[in-house]
């Protein structure tokens, strides 16, 4: 006959316990966890597998070790510990000492605890909601096989308005003014070659330098991505 766990024996046995932890989160019913427990040659009440998945939950929304919360002895919660044991406290919190946290009707060592417990409740940065608002958002996004219009449009907006889309939110106006940048800086290669060569062939260098400018753009129209840049700069006020 298999032997029953306890709770505490099951979260010793960690090879063991990790699987019936990942079976637990991916919601599998407590009738299947025995049966699997069955199998590796243990058993295991359903009261303590509902219990067990209570403190998965807790440790989750606490933020509190498993082992701490399985094992007692590590008091997870102030209640856990025999009001025997407690000393130097009189149940009553000095107002002027206190927090602000607590309502009128909690005080002492029990509404503290009542304040800590309920904690996950309040959200401490405004960033980390986002975050979580974000991640939640990604892993359901994940799950959609269609996209409605409307969302991927206003995806497109914002993809636009973040990254600047091709200009990387440069302006027009600044746009032109690399234009006339780079035009100055053509001119003033051409003066300093034109030093160079003899003034009777100025001319005709100034000529084959045209003709190898006007093949570079008209290569870049022969393909209709280039032909639509082109264009579309013309449209703007940039033309090559």
């Known amino acids: 006959m298999a032997s029953r766990l306890t709770l505490k024996q099951l979260y010793n046995k960690r090879v063991l316990f990790t699987k019936v932890e990942a079976l637990i989160e991916e919601g599998q019913t407590f009738d299947y966890l025995q049966e699997f427990l069955e199998h590796e040659g243990v058993e295991m009440s359903r009261g303590t597998l509902v219990n067990l998945k209570k403190k998965i939950n807790e440790a989750k929304d606490t933020g509190v070790n498993l082992g701490d919360i399985i ?3 590590g008091k997870a919660h102030i209640d856990d510990v025999p009001k025997g044991k407690l000393e130097g406290f009189t149940g009553e919190v000095n107002p002027s000492e206190g927090t602000g946290q607590l309502s009128p009707k909690d005080n002492g060592v029990t509404g503290v ?4 417990r309920d904690s996950s409740t309040n959200f401490w940065s405004t960033e980390s909601v986002l975050d979580e608002v974000i991640q939640k958002g990604y892993e359901s996004l994940n799950m959609m096989t269609v996209v409605d219009i409307s969302y991927l449009l206003k995806a497109v907006e914002m993809k636009d308005k973040l ?17 006339i940048i780079n035009e100055a800086r053509v001119k003033a290669m051409q003066d300093v070659l034109m030093e160079y060569v003899p003034t009777d062939k100025q001319e005709d260098a100034l000529k084959e330098m045209d003709k190898a400018e006007r093949e570079v753009l008209d290569n870049l129209e022969v393909s209709p ?12 006020g940039l033309d090559l």
């Open 113 to 116: 605890a009542n304040s800590l």
């Open 225 to 236: 991505d280039g032909r639509q840049l082109l264009v579309a700069l013309r449209k703007e």
């Open 71 to 73: 094992d007692r002895r």
């Open 163 to 179: 990254h600047g889309a091709q200009t990387g939110g440069l302006t027009l106006d600044a746009l032109k003014q690399y234009q």
